[in-house]
C-alpha cells in the first residue's frame, strides 16, 4: 500500500447533509466518572450505540425522534427529551439503580469467563454450536444480487480549512457539509463508486465468480488505484470466522471460540428484532494494543444466529494511519433457521496520527444483498473458462439503470457528489493537484495531450561502484489503464564509466478472453546479477543491488548486460499464466576487478571473456485467490496475500545464433503468505532448481546475497555476492511478524506500538566437477553442499511508524573469506 496511502491523504474532500435527527455527548456516572459501553438508542427503534472508552457517544436517524434512551447494567434507565433536531455536546448522568446495587459490576472490569457465572458465555457457546449451520453454509451451491458503494471524504472540517490556500478558488465545495453518524465530526465526500453485480457459488466446488452488470464512478474514471485499494482493504468477510482480516492484519472476531480470552462479554438486553426474540450482548477488549473490537451484537434466543452486530476497533489496537474502524452487519431470515447478510457497513479514518482532533479521510464501503437463490448447479467452466470478460457498457449505464438497479437510494451529499465534480474538474488548481497526487501514486508523469508518461520517477537517480553516479530518464506510452498495446523504454548515463545505456519493451494483447499478449524488447545495460535465483521476465527490470548507493563493502562484481528477448503468453485459466519465450543475450564482466572467463578448451589453455547465448523458456505460473482489476495488456493487482507458484524448464542451444553452450534449466518456487490468527503473519518461500550441462560462472545459480544496508526478503543479509556458486539448489525463507503480540504487553512498550520480526533462511547448493573445471575467472566455487548454510534474524519493526531494524546473524561456514558474522540492515515504508 505504499504509495496509494500517500496518494489517499493527499486529495480526498468535499459536500452536503440531510439526516433528521442527530445526538452526541458524554455519558457520566455520579461521581463524574465517565461510563463506557453503554446502550444509547432513539426510543421506540432498534437504531443505536454505545459510547467509546472515554463515554463518548454519536447517534444519527433520517427519521425523526423526539426521546433518547441511555441504559447500563447497575443503573437506572434514562430517558432523555429531544427538543430539537441537532442536539450536540450533550451531558448525561446515570444513577446507580438502588434495587440492584448487590448484582452491580463495573462493565469496564474483567468478566467472568464461567458459564456459571456469566450468562454471555453460555449464549456464546452457543452460537459456536450453531455457527455452521447458519447462511451461505447450508447450501450446496448460491446467487445472489449484490449492490456496493465506495465513498471518500475529507473530516473534521472546520473554518481553518474553508479558509486556507489549499481550497482557494474552489471554495464551493464547502457549500454543504455532513456529519458522520459514527464519530460525530463533519465531513466531506468527493469520490463515490458504485457497482452492481450477480454472483455465484459452489460450496462443494469452492468456487466462486461475480458478474459485474454495472459500474459508475464519481469523476475519476481513470483511477483504478483508488477502487482497488478500497476493495482490498475491506476484502469481504465472515463475522463467524476466528479471525477477519483487515488492512494485511488478523483482528480476533468477537464470535472467535478464542474470544472468551480475549474479550469481556456482559449480557445487556433483550428484545424483539423483527418479530424475534433477541439478546443483546455487550463485548470489550481484555488488554490493550491488541487487534480486537469493542461493540455488541444481536443474537437470536433459538437459532443463535446473529441478527446485528457492530465493530469498532479500539484505539489502542496496534494499526498505523487508521485512527477509526467501524463495521455494521444486519442479517435477514430466510426461515426460521436460515439468517443471511443483507447489509454491510465498513467506515475507516485514515489519519497521520490518533489524536481526537486530527483531520484524516474517510473511506466507508457499503454492501447490500438481495434475492438470494439456492442449489443451482452450474459446470466447472462457468466459474473457469472466462480470464476477464470486459463489456464495455457496463461502464456507461444510464441513469435510468442506477435508479432500477440501486438497492439503497443515494443521499442527498451523494448525489450532490456527482454534480460537484463536474464543476471541480474544470479548476485548474484541482487538476494541479489532482495531477500531484497521481503522481506520487503511479510514479509517473502524464502528458495526456501527447498520451505519454515520463518515469518512473523514482528510478531517476542511482549508484554503482561501476557507473558512479548514475542518471535515467525513461517513459512509455498511455492512453489509457487498459490500452491493448505499450511501449516503454529508458535511457541512462554512468559519470564514471561515462557509457550510455539503453532499453526497449514493446507488448500487445491480441486476445482479451485468453489474455494472449506477445512481447518484445531490448536491453544494453549494467547489472548485478545473481540477486534472484528465479530471474525475472520484465525486460526492463533492474534490481535494487545494482544501484545501492552504499554498502558493507565494495560491490564491483557487476555485469555489461545486452539481453533481446520475445515472448507470448496466455491465460487460458483464470490466475494460470503460460509464457514461452526465447531469449539471446551476452555477458561480459563491467569491472577491472571481476571476470567472467572460461576455459574454452579441454587443456585449459584457452579462455574467453563474454558468454554468447541463447536460450527458450517455458514456465508456469499460477496463483490461486489473486484478484486482477482492468482488462489491457496490463493489469493491476486487487489483493495482495496470495501464494505464488512458477515452475520453469529453460533449454540453451548451441545450434542457435552460434552460442556457446548446450543445458537444461530446470527451476521452482513456492510463495505462501500464512496469517497465523492472533499471531501475525508467516511468509515462506521455497526455491529449488538444477542445471542440467556444463556452463560458466554468468550462467550458473549464484545464491542471493546482500551487501546493502537494507533488509531485502529472499536474499541472505550475511552473504557477499557470488560468495556460494550452485549448479544445483535449493532455498528456504521464514519471516513471521508478530504484529506486536508480545510487545503489546510489555508496559513500558506498549504506548510505542512496535513490530516483532523474526526470520531465518537457508539454503544447500552443489557444483559439479565440471563446472569447475569451466571456472577461469579465478573466483574459487563455494557451494554449501557440506551442510546447509544458514542465518536468522531478529527484528523490531514500526519504529516511528515507518522505520524497521533488523539485526542479522550468520550461522555456520564463518571459515569463509571475509565472512560477515553479524549485520545490521533496515528498511522503511508506509504499512498498515
Not at 439468517?339 to 497521520?352: E, G, P, T, V
Not at 520484465?538 to 544501484?547: C, E, H, Q
Not at 496463483?623 to 482488462?631: A, E, I, L, N, V
Request: charged fraction near 25%; hydrophobic fraction near 35%; glycine fraction near 8%.
Amino acid at each position: 500500500m505504499n504509495l496509494n496511502l500517500r496518494y489517499l491523504f493527499f486529495f480526498f474532500g468535499i459536500c452536503s447533509a440531510y439526516a433528521q435527527t442527530k445526538v452526541s455527548g458524554y455519558v457520566y456516572d455520579e461521581n463524574n466518572v465517565s461510563v463506557a459501553y453503554a446502550n444509547v438508542l432513539f426510543k421506540g427503534s432498534t437504531v443505536g450505540t454505545i459510547t467509546n472508552e472515554e463515554g463518548k457517544f454519536y447517534l444519527e436517524s433520517t427519521n425523526t425522534y423526539d426521546r433518547l434512551i441511555v441504559s447500563f447494567i447497575g443503573y437506572e434507565t434514562l430517558e432523555i427529551p429531544l427538543t430539537k433536531k441537532v442536539n450536540y455536546e450533550m451531558k448525561l448522568i446515570l444513577k446507580e439503580s438502588a434495587g440492584q446495587l448487590d448484582e452491580v459490576f463495573i462493565v469496564t472490569g474483567k468478566q467472568s469467563k464461567k458459564e456459571s457465572e456469566n450468562p454471555a458465555i453460555a449464549i456464546l457457546k452457543k452460537i459456536w454450536e450453531r455457527k455452521r449451520q447458519n447462511g451461505l453454509r447450508q447450501f450446496k451451491q448460491y446467487q445472489y444480487d449484490k449492490y456496493e458503494k465506495v465513498e471518500f471524504d475529507i473530516n473534521t472540517i472546520d473554518s481553518a480549512l474553508i479558509k486556507s490556500k489549499l481550497f482557494r478558488g474552489m471554495e464551493f465545495v464547502f457549500n454543504q457539509v455532513d456529519t458522520s453518524k459514527v464519530t460525530g465530526k463533519t465531513y466531506l465526500p468527493i469520490f463515490i463508486n458504485e457497482a452492481r453485480s450477480k454472483v455465484f457459488g459452489d460450496n462443494l466446488k469452492k468456487k466462486e465468480k461475480e458478474d459485474l452488470k454495472g459500474n459508475k464512478n464519481s469523476g475519476f474514471s481513470n483511477n483504478q488505484i483508488i477502487i482497488d485499494f478500497v476493495d482490498d482493504l475491506y476484502s469481504d468477510f465472515d463475522i463467524y470466522d476466528n479471525y477477519l482480516k483487515f488492512f494485511d492484519k488478523s483482528f480476533v472476531s468477537p464470535l472467535s471460540k478464542t474470544g472468551i480470552n480475549t474479550y469481556n462479554y456482559v449480557l445487556s438486553d433483550s428484545a424483539f428484532i423483527d418479530n424475534k426474540w433477541c439478546y443483546n450482548i455487550i463485548y470489550y477488549p481484555r488488554r490493550k494494543n491488541e487487534l480486537t473490537f469493542k461493540g455488541d451484537f444481536w443474537v437470536n434466543d433459538t437459532t443463535y444466529a446473529i441478527k446485528e452486530i457492530n465493530l469498532q476497533a479500539s484505539k489502542s489496537a496496534n494499526i498505523n494511519w487508521v485512527k477509526e474502524i467501524y463495521i455494521e452487519q444486519e442479517f435477514e431470515v430466510l426461515s426460521d433457521s436460515i439468517f443471511l447478510i443483507k447489509r454491510d457497513y465498513f467506515m475507516s479514518d485514515f489519519a497521520f496520527n490518533k489524536k481526537e482532533k486530527s483531520r484524516g479521510v474517510y473511506g466507508k464501503r457499503t454492501t447490500l444483498y438481495d434475492n438470494y437463490e439456492f442449489d443451482i448447479p452450474k459446470e466447472d467452466k462457468f466459474y473457469s473458462n472466462e480470464v476477464y470478460s470486459y463489456n464495455e457498457d457496463v461502464y456507461n449505464r444510464d441513469d435510468a439503470f442506477w435508479e432500477q438497479n440501486r438497492m439503497e437510494s443515494l443521499s442527498q451529499d451523494e448525489k450532490g457528489v456527482y454534480k460537484m465534480l463536474d464543476t471541480l474538474k474544470t479548476v485548474k488548481k484541482f487538476k494541479r493537484l489532482y495531477n500531484l497526487g497521481s503522481i506520487l501514486g503511479s510514479g509517473y508523469i502524464e502528458f495526456s495531450d501527447i498520451n505519454f508518461d515520463y518515469g518512473p520517477i523514482f528510478s531517476t537517480f542511482g549508484y554503482n561502484e561501476v557507473e558512479g553516479i548514475r542518471v535515467r530518464t525513461g517513459g512509455r506510452t498511455y492512453f489509457g489503464p487498459n490500452d491493448l498495446w505499450r511501449l516503454e523504454g529508458f535511457l541512462a548515463y554512468g559519470f564514471r564509466d561515462d557509457k550510455v545505456k539503453y532499453g526497449i519493451s514493446g507488448k500487445w494483447l491480441i486476445d482479451k478472453k485468453n489474455r494472449f499478449i506477445i512481447s518484445a524488447g531490448n536491453r544494453r545495460d549494467v547489472e548485478q546479477i545473481g540477486v534472484n535465483l528465479t530471474a525475472s521476465t520484465d525486460i526492463l527490470g533492474r534490481s535494487f543491488a545494482s544501484s545501492s548507493i552504499i554498502g558493507t563493502s565494495t560491490n564491483d562484481k557487476l555485469t555489461n548486460v545486452n539481453l533481446t528477448t520475445m515472448a507470448v503468453e496466455l491465460e487460458p485459466v483464470r490466475n494460470l499464466e503460460f509464457r514461452l519465450s526465447g531469449a539471446y543475450r551476452t555477458l561480459s564482466s563491467a569491472s577491472d576487478t571481476f571476470s567472467l572467463d572460461y576455459y574454452t578448451d579441454a587443456t585449459h589453455t584457452t579462455t574467453a571473456s563474454e558468454v554468447k547465448q541463447y536460450e527458450n523458456a517455458f514456465s508456469v505460473s499460477y496463483f490461486p485467490g489473486r484478484k486482477m482489476t482492468g482488462f489491457g495488456v496490463e493489469r493491476r493487482h486487487a489483493n495482495d496475500g496470495y501464494p505464488s507458484l512458477f515452475a520453469q524448464v529453460t533449454r540453451g542451444d548451441k545450434a542457435i545464433f552460434n552460442s556457446d553452450f548446450d543445458y537444461t534449466k530446470v527451476q521452482f518456487s513456492y510463495i505462501q503468505p500464512w496469517h497465523v490468527g492472533g499471531y501475525g503473519r508467516l511468509t515462506t518461500t521455497l526455491e529449488a532448481g538444477k542445471t542440467f550441462g556444463d556452463v560458466p560462472l554468468g550462467l550458473l545459480n549464484v545464491v542471493p546475497g546482500n551487501q546493502s544496508y537494507f533488509s531485502i526478503y529472499n536474499s541472505f543479509s550475511q552473504l557477499d555476492y557470488y560468495e556460494f556458486v550452485t549448479d544445483t539448489y535449493a532455498s528456504l525463507h521464514l519471516e513471521h511478524n508478530f504484529n506486536g503480540r508480545f510487545f503489546s504487553r510489555i508496559p513500558f512498550l506498549r504506548k510505542y506500538n512496535l513490530r516483532e520480526i523474526v526470520g531465518i533462511r537457508g539454503v544447500w547448493g552443489d557444483i559439479s566437477q565440471a563446472n569447475r573445471d569451466l571456472n577461469a575467472s579465478g573466483l574459487t566455487y563455494l557451494a554449501p553442499s557440506d551442510k546447509v548454510y544458514y542465518e536468522y534474524s531478529v527484528g523490531v519493526g514500526n519504529i516511528f511508524k515507518v522505520f524497521r531494524i533488523d539485526f542479522n546473524f550468520r550461522g555456520n561456514y564463518f571459515e569463509n573469506p571475509d565472512a560477515r558474522n553479524f549485520g545490521v540492515t533496515g528498511t522503511f515504508g508506509f504499512n498498515f
